[in-house]
T-cell receptor, first 114, second 107 residues
Framework: NAGVTQTPKFQVLKTGQSMTLQCAQDMNHNSMYWYRQDPGMGLRLIYYSASEGTTDKGEVPNGYNVSRLNKREFSLRLESAAPSQTSVYFC?????????????FGNGTRLTVT | GQQVMQIPQYQHVQEGEDFTTYCNSSTTLSNIQWYKQRPGGHPVFLIQLVKSGEVKKQKRLTFQFGEAKKNSSLHITATQTTDVGTYFCAGQGDMRFGAGTRLTVKP
């Protein structure tokens, strides 16, 4: 099992460009999450999807959109990238049916916006 | 909404010394989870605490959940260089994390 796979691993964008970060999990998990982590800081929740067909805002949703394409895939889109969005982005999933199950993280996407 | 606060933000210890990080919530938690992130890596689940006053051990790591289920701690006995990383706590629900405690260990 690959677990949680994120693509790309690295990306450099210019201000105003758009891009989509991809995330897929092969663990049949119901819930998926997007976090950002800035240098020396913790994880901040951007958006999450408790189950297929639903998405909800987290702590820092401004400037982002998400799509829960199917049970496996949860993408994060930056419509007009800004330097403040330079960060490491982590996707995570968990088995929502188990209630208090742990999060499984991908390896992250390191995004730089110039 | 729910918020968890972690202290200290940073901790530098000599190898062999003990280390403790604390997690405090503004609301009662149904459970709390702890994660470790190695430098350059991604967070990895360590343990979950559910019961009031619960104590769990993993080798040199001891995890506690407060009686009121509003705070938790992670204690490492006799740190090793392999313990280096950032330790995060996360509350239930939408899985919001504390800011983490970054541990460095001097050999």
């Amino acid at each position: 099992n690959a677990g949680v796979t994120q693509t790309p691993k690295f990306q450099v964008l210019k201000t105003g460009q758009s891009m989509t970060l991809q995330c897929a999990q092969d663990m049949n998990h119901n819930s998926m999450y997007w976090y950002r982590q800035d240098p020396g800081m913790g994880l901040r929740l951007i958006y999450y999807s408790a189950s297929e067909g639903t998405t909800d805002k987290g702590e820092v949703p401004n400037g982002y959109n998400v799509s829960r394409l199917n049970k496996r895939e949860f993408s994060l889109r930056l419509e007009s990238a800004a330097p403040s969005q330079t960060s490491v982005y982590f996707c995570a999933s968990r088995d929502g049916h188990r209630g208090n199950s742990p999060l499984h993280f991908g390896n992250g996407t390191r995004l730089t916006v110039t | 909404g729910q918020q968890v606060m972690q202290i200290p933000q940073y901790q530098h210890v000599q190898e062999g010394e003990d280390f403790t990080t604390y997690c405090n919530s503004s609301t009662t938690l149904s459970n709390i989870q702890w994660y470790k992130q190695r430098p350059g890596g991604h967070p990895v689940f360590l343990i979950q605490l559910v019961k009031s006053g619960e104590v769990k051990k993993q080798k040199r790591l001891t995890f506690q959940f407060g009686e009121a289920k509003k705070n938790s701690s992670l204690h490492i006995t006799a740190t090793q260089t392999t313990d280096v990383g950032t330790y995060f706590c996360a509350g239930q629900g939408d899985m919001r994390f504390g800011a983490g405690t970054r541990l460095t260990v001097k050999p």
